[in-house]
């Protein structure tokens, strides 16, 4: 099993630099400098005594899309989790090593998990808007965050429903409940509801997997138009979808990083074995 | 591991590119016997068989592009499909070309084939485009680097051909005609030598990944041999 060709921030400027000679040139518009946004370092993460994800070390760029693919129960959805602190939900799950966050552990002392979790947005398999009006969805982060002019509160809901290009579909009835929606613009709105507090990080946890092709394609769509914009993390099963929409790709199997590395490299010519095995349908 | 139907597709698609490989080459050696032997039978025969590889051709390349779009293959199963396809391509211009050195045949001569040695040339190339798909079937990168140095000593006698065709048009009693079809062959078996080398490269691309044409110091070489040849002629001048 090899390690990750990306990963350690020590070499960060030549492994850019290999990096780069696979994305084509609109791609490399987006890099945002190259900066490692999130940064693991031997990053364990245990539910009580069992090492769901070992030792993970790996540099997530700034602006960058990277998907997150492996097998059912290969610690992906546990590590995505881990950057926002979702985990936290769950009493035996304790971690080592370390996560940094714009160079700041997440699991500091003094972490504040919720100024963490508005920088850090997720969005889950199944839509989940909350049972209030799309207005209220969009607007409730920012209430939540003291925002209460109404003016104000408007220009947000309106410059998060556009960037989650929703906006032209709902926007003679905000008033209406989110509920309505179909699945696909439930997705959308949570896209939205989450950009309303203006987050630095999206975190997608399959966010396709509970869609039809159509709306699965508006997502995408709509991955391609935050690129650049936000740094976004993709869980999905679908490794078409990552190759369609990553810049980069994580390979974990049984909570090892087995492989991070172009998303174009790691598809066509990937270094590890498991990696190929994996991707090509050859997994015993 | 078990083998998925997936992957058996693409041995089979690989099978029905060395069964036309053979045929390739069969015809190549065929054309160097029917010129030789002025075998206008022989040559019928080359053109029937030509038309066969071009109908293989197109039928690999439809399986290859709807394998391409329903299986949205990855990895190693991606780059042997795209090897399949380039190496495809390269057989069907070598299939060509060996119609090519038949129409050529009423303006040649027996003497001057064997003047310029173009059986042993013939063989050569020949030799390079099994050794290729030897090479592409056993993924043997070792194989394909020696079938690359091999198109070397093609262009050497290419190189030899063109002087002697260049010194020999100089006589006032020489048959240009006969010089220049002899030129032409010389160049199409240098041609299919060239797509040996093509495909020598693809199977190093299927085996490592790496795009390696129009690297190792090509431009270098070209550079290199543009000079020797001008130096050479400038002294001769001298």
Not at chain 1, 86 to 110: A, R, V, W
Request: proline share 3%; glycine share 6%; aromatic share 6%.
């Amino acid at each position: 099993m090899t390690t990750d060709v990306t990963t350690t921030s020590e070499s960060v400027s030549t492994k850019k630099a290999t990096r780069d000679i696979y994305l084509p040139p609109e791609r490399k518009k987006v890099t945002g400098g190259g900066n490692p946004h999130i940064v693991a370092k031997n990053f364990s993460i245990y539910y009580g005594d069992f090492e769901a994800v070992k030792k993970v070390s790996a540099d997530i760029f700034s602006k960058y899309v990277t998907a997150i693919i492996g097998p059912s129960g290969c610690g992906k959805s546990t590590f995505l989790r881990a950057i926002n602190r979702m985990n936290d939900l769950i009493p035996s799950c304790h971690t080592s090593g370390s996560l940094l966050f714009d160079g700041e552990d997440i699991y500091g002392k003094y972490t504040d998990e919720v100024l963490l979790r508005k920088k850090v947005g997720m969005v889950f398999q199944k839509p989940n808007p909350f049972p209030k009006s799309i207005f209220d969805n969009i607007a409730y982060g920012p209430r939540l965050h003291g925002m209460s002019d109404k003016k104000k509160l408007l220009e947000i809901v309106e410059r998060s429903l556009r960037k989650a290009a929703i906006w032209d579909e709902v926007c003679d009835r905000l008033d209406k409940n989110a509920l309505g929606l179909s699945g696909g613009q439930q997705q959308r709105l949570c896209v939205a509801r989450t950009l309303a507090v203006e987050p630095e990080v999206l975190l997608l946890d399959e966010p396709t997997s509970a869609l039809d092709p159509k709306a699965t394609a508006k997502i995408e769509d709509l991955i391609q138009e935050l690129r650049g914009s936000y740094t976004i993390m993709i869980v999905t099963h679908n490794m078409q979808q990552a190759s369609r929409v990553s810049d980069s790709t994580m390979f974990f199997y049984e909570g090892v990083l087995v492989e991070h590395a172009s998303t174009a490299q790691l598809f066509t010519n990937p270094k590890d074995p498991m990696t190929e095995d994996y991707i090509t349908g050859r997994f015993s | 591991m078990s083998s998925r139907p997936v992957h058996e597709l693409i041995k089979e698609l690989s099978q029905v590119l060395v069964q036309i490989s053979d045929k390739v080459v069969g015809n190549l050696y065929n054309a160097l016997h029917a010129v030789k032997h002025q075998d206008e039978q022989g040559a019928r025969q080359i053109r029937i068989v030509d038309h066969e590889i071009d109908v293989a051709e197109v039928t690999l390349e439809e399986r290859c592009l709807a394998f391409l779009a329903l299986q949205q293959p990855v990895a190693r199963d991606l780059r042997t499909i795209v090897t399949i396809i380039k190496i495809n391509d390269d057989l069907e211009r070598i299939g060509d070309l060996a119609v090519h050195i038949i129409d050529r045949m009423p303006e040649i001569s027996q003497e001057m084939l064997e003047f310029f040695s173009f059986k042993d040339m013939g063989m050569h190339a020949g030799d390079m485009v099994e050794k290729s798909i030897k090479a592409f079937i056993s993924k043997d990168r070792m194989l394909a680097d020696e079938v690359c140095a091999l198109d070397e000593e093609i262009d050497v006698m290419h190189r030899s051909v063109f002087k002697k065709v260049t010194a020999l048009m100089k006589s006032p009693d020489s048959d240009v005609d006969q010089l220049i079809a002899a030129l032409s062959i010389s160049r199409y078996i240098e041609r299919m030598a060239d797509h040996a080398s093509r495909i020598a490269h693809e199977v190093i691309y299927l085996v490592t990944g790496e795009i390696l044409r129009h690297t190792g110091g090509f431009y270098e070489k070209l550079i290199g041999s543009i000079n020797t040849d001008n130096s050479s002629e400038y002294h001769k001048g001298v």
